[in-house]
């Protein structure tokens, strides 16, 4: 069992920056695949960045250039560093950890990009 609490979320203007924050607790972080997921009103939840128990990263078109997901073994946690925000990454932002069969959700945070 793995337990997720997602934080750093909040309003940032178009062209800001944000940083989340997911920290886990419970069984052994390290290995675990750790995901950021988003979720937009009316839309499908979709998979934002990746980084693999050896440090390998992945990231959704929609984003590249622009996030950075890094994980901290030490410190078992896992962040999402956003630049050049736009409108369009406004969502609920899930952290989600991965060692098949088992998934494990955050409760979210809230990022709103806005004027």
């Known amino acids: 069992q793995v337990q997720l609490v997602e934080s750093g979320g909040g309003l940032v203007q178009p062209g800001g920056s944000l940083r989340l924050s997911c920290a886990a607790s419970g069984s052994r972080f390290t290995i675990y695949t750790m995901n950021w997921y988003r979720q937009a009103p009316g839309k499908q939840r979709e998979l934002v960045a990746t980084i693999t128990t050896g440090g390998t990263t992945n990231y959704a078109d929609s984003v590249k250039g622009r996030f950075t997901i890094s994980r901290d073994n030490a410190k078992n946690a896992v962040y999402l560093q956003m630049n050049s925000l736009k409108p369009e990454d406004t969502a609920v932002y899930y952290c989600?950890?991965?060692?098949?069969?088992?998934?494990?959700w955050g409760q979210g945070t809230q990022v709103t990009v806005s004027s």
């Open positions: 989600n950890a991965v060692r098949l069969p088992a998934r494990y």
